[in-house]
């Protein structure tokens, strides 16, 4: 079982607890079976805890996104040296800019929007607009750090700027 697997399983946990104490205990125990047959994924999933609890306020949108039926299984990807942002390293690739505009479907472009703007600029990156992609922008507060969520957009096929309206935001 791969480390996003085993974090979805961790956080369905919390969920079927409230509803069936025999269906947890069993979890429980087919994640500890696996961990057996590879301590490093037990490892990984630890730490990935660990991340969580030491950083509540930043970390509460990536339990919500590898829970997402639909787009929990992707990875962001962001270019070295932009995007600078405390993330579970699982979940994120650091790309160079040539892969970073790629059009890809298991890996997300991954930007911080403030309330100064999106970081990087998204709307003066030489070639991003080249297709239809998803884009996920990290809302944050530059001043407190406060982490307010992830909003995953659809950006059309000719687009020229980001979009920001609510049409394009993917639920």
Same mark, same amino acid.
């Given at each position: 079982?791969?480390?996003?697997?085993?974090?979805?399983?961790?956080? =369905?946990?919390?969920?079927?607890?409230?509803?069936?104490?025999?269906?947890?205990?069993?979890?429980?125990?087919?994640?500890?079976?696996?961990?057996?047959?590879?301590?490093?994924?037990?490892?990984?999933?630890?730490?990935?805890?660990?991340?969580?609890?030491?950083?509540?306020? *930043?970390?509460?949108?990536?339990?919500?996104? /590898?829970?997402?039926?639909?787009?929990? =299984?992707?990875? +962001?990807?962001?270019?070295? !040296?932009?995007?600078?942002?405390?993330?579970?390293?699982?979940?994120?690739?650091? /790309?160079?800019?040539?892969?970073?505009?790629?059009?890809?479907?298991?890996?997300?472009? +991954?930007?911080? !929007?403030?309330? +100064?703007?999106?970081?990087?600029?998204?709307?003066?990156?030489?070639?991003?607009?080249?297709?239809?992609?998803?884009?996920?922008?990290? !809302?944050?507060?530059?001043?407190?750090?406060?982490?307010? !969520?992830?909003?995953?957009?659809?950006?059309?096929?000719?687009?020229?700027?980001?979009? *920001?309206?609510?049409?394009?935001?993917?639920?």
């Amino acid at each position: 079982m791969d480390i996003l697997h085993r974090i979805k399983a961790i956080f =369905n946990l919390n969920k079927e607890a409230e509803q069936d104490p025999q269906d947890i205990y069993n979890t429980k125990l087919n994640l500890n079976k696996e961990a057996e047959q590879d301590p490093q994924d037990i490892y990984k999933t630890k730490m990935f805890y660990d991340f969580l609890k030491e950083n509540p306020y *930043t970390t509460s949108w990536i339990v919500k996104f /590898v829970s997402c039926p639909q787009h929990g =299984n992707k990875r +962001f990807k962001r270019v070295a !040296g932009w995007s600078e942002f405390i993330i579970y390293e699982p979940l994120i690739d650091i /790309v160079s800019f040539d892969e970073f505009i790629k059009i890809e479907k298991d890996r997300i472009p +991954f930007f911080v !929007g403030t309330q +100064f703007g999106i970081i990087p600029k998204i709307n003066d990156m030489p070639g991003f607009f080249n297709g239809r992609k998803m884009i996920a922008v990290l !809302g944050k507060s530059v001043l407190s750090g406060y982490v307010s !969520g992830l909003r995953l957009y659809q950006v059309r096929k000719n687009a020229k700027k980001f979009p *920001t309206n609510k049409q394009n935001e993917i639920k």
